[in-house]
């Protein structure tokens, strides 16, 4: 299994991004995505998730209503779509799978068992 996560760069305050995650290897049909993000000094932290089979969506309390996450099952990829970005938004960003993710478990790190490079996204103010 391997993830390529693309789309990051350097943006101005409010700017929009678009993130993207393909994933290869096997099929994904039964698996669940997620963006991370790590700036530096702190600690890997959860972005947003979409479930693989039914596309439910999660999102932390600090991107809801400005990122949005989609999937195409058909091209096995994911995509984080950020809009009034800020400069707390810069970090390596990383795209994450696992196959039947717990629910509860969705928010953690740990929960996943593939992970992709990171892309750096940097806002400036």
């Known amino acids: 299994v391997q993830l390529q996560a693309s789309g990051g760069g350097l943006v101005q305050n409010g700017d929009s991004l678009r993130l993207s995650c393909t994933a290869s290897?096997?099929?994904?049909?039964?698996?669940?995505m997620a963006w991370f993000r790590q700036a530096p000094g702190k600690e890997r932290e959860f972005v947003a998730a979409i479930r693989w089979s039914v596309s439910n969506t999660f999102y932390a309390d600090s991107v809801k209503g400005r990122f949005t996450i989609s999937r195409d099952k058909a091209k096995n990829t994911a995509a984080l779509e950020m809009n009034s970005l800020k400069p707390e938004d810069t970090a390596l960003y990383y795209c994450?799978?696992?196959?039947?993710?717990?629910?509860?478990?969705?928010?953690?790190?740990?929960?996943?068992?593939?992970w992709g490079h990171g892309t750096q996204v940097t806002v400036s103010s």
């Open positions: 994450a799978t696992t196959p039947r993710l717990i629910l509860s478990r969705i928010r953690e790190p740990s929960a996943y068992n593939y």
């Open positions: 290897g096997r099929s994904f049909s039964n698996y669940d």
